[in-house]
Nanobody, 114 residues
């Protein structure tokens, strides 16, 4: 089965930036739409951003204008550029297909301090 390996998280101050990267063991072209999800403490995992094979992105309202999703169909990577981070963005971030597959990577922790 395809494996997801997320990286790039860390601790940043409010207003800071981070770039997350996801390495996928299979062909993301064959997988189709890719996405980033996040799970904050005590909350359900939520879809944050998606990107189609042809690189058309969609975002949830709370990250529009701050986050940018991209994909490399040759390297089989999916990135999430995050800017103007806020404490409410604190979560573990995961990549997966949209709609999601049942298995997940370990995720990468993003912590935004106020």
């Amino acid at each position: 089965q395809v494996q997801f390996e997320e990286s790039g998280g860390g601790l940043v101050q409010r207003g800071g930036s981070l770039r997350l990267s996801c390495a996928v063991s299979g062909s993301i072209w064959e997988i189709g739409n890719m996405a980033w999800y996040r799970q904050a403490p005590g909350k359900q995992r939520e879809l944050v951003a998606t990107i189609t094979r042809s690189r058309v992105p969609t975002y949830i309202d709370s990250v529009k204008g701050r986050f940018s999703i991209s994909r490399d169909n040759v390297k089989n990577t999916v990135d999430l550029q995050m800017a103007n981070l806020a404490p409410e963005d604190t979560a573990v971030y995961y990549c997966n297909r949209d709609p999601r597959l049942d298995h997940w990577g370990r995720g990468t922790q993003v912590t935004v301090s106020s």
